[in-house]
């Protein structure tokens, strides 16, 4: 139990254009959805934290206009990457907690080029 | 913002040998997580051990905790070739519905 999938995989985008990623909770209900970045060869970086139906909480330096993120329903979170550029080029990770469980479970990740 | 520092950041060993992993934390801790990830993956969850805990095993791995120096280590016994991946240290500040706090972590390779 406690899958947590992500989609895409992996995008490629040209700078100036937007992308959305998904993250799902597929067997369990997720009150709360973290959004981590992870570059090259480093390690991952919360960015933001999401609870089903409020607005996300984001860390210090992370530009809530350029990182948009939604937690609409219980099972789903969104993140797009408005006006994307070269920099935003990451491996985008989000994880979920859920009532009941006693840790966060994580999605395998979704690898973002920008051109 | 980064607390977690993990040394080595690098380790090769031979197939068999015992590798050893520690994390250095700043702030008060609930508990702390071990994952591993290998090269462009996801993570994959080992183990955690709360803050109440001094020592948790689980297969191969035995982790340890001291929270008077803030340091927690990562033993894995009897190494395999499969085990060559990233290993980080996640802090925990509170339930899991808190955000983590990962550590730089170490690159494992083990030598056939």
């Known amino acids: 139990g406690a899958v947590v999938s992500q989609h895409p995989s992996w995008v490629i985008c040209k700078s100036g254009t937007s992308v959305k990623i998904e993250c799902r909770s597929l067997?369990?209900?997720?009150?709360?959805m973290f959004w981590y970045r992870q570059f090259p060869k480093q390690s991952l970086m919360l960015m933001a934290t999401?609870?089903?139906?409020?607005?996300?909480?984001?860390e210090q330096g992370v530009e809530k206009d350029k990182f948009l993120i939604n937690h609409a329903s219980l099972t789903l979170s969104t993140l797009t990457v408005t006006s994307a550029h070269p920099e935003d080029s990451s491996f985008y990770i989000c994880?979920?907690?859920?009532?009941?469980?006693?840790?966060?479970?994580f999605g395998p990740g979704t690898r973002l080029t920008v051109t | 913002s980064q607390q977690g520092e993990e040394d080595p950041q690098a380790l090769s060993i031979q197939e068999g040998e015992n590798a050893t992993m520690n994390c250095s934390y700043k702030?008060?801790?609930?508990?702390l997580q071990w994952y591993r990830q290998n090269s462009g993956r996801g993570l994959v969850h080992l183990i955690l051990?709360?803050?109440?805990?001094r020592e948790k095993h689980s297969g191969r791995l035995r982790v340890t905790l001291d929270t008077s120096k803030k340091s927690s280590s990562l033993l894995i016994t009897a190494s395999r070739a499969a085990d060559t991946a990233s290993y980080f240290c996640?802090?925990?500040?509170?339930?899991?519905?808190?955000?983590?706090?990962f550590g730089k972590g170490t690159h494992l390779i083990i030598q056939p």
């Open positions: 051990i709360r803050s109440n805990e």
């Open positions: 067997d369990f209900q997720a009150t709360t």
């Open positions: 996640a802090a925990g500040s509170g339930g899991g519905a808190d955000g983590l706090t």
């Open positions: 702030t008060s801790i609930n508990n």
């Open positions: 994880s979920a907690f859920g009532t009941g469980l006693y840790e966060q479970y």
């Open positions: 999401s609870n089903e139906g409020s607005k996300a909480t984001y």
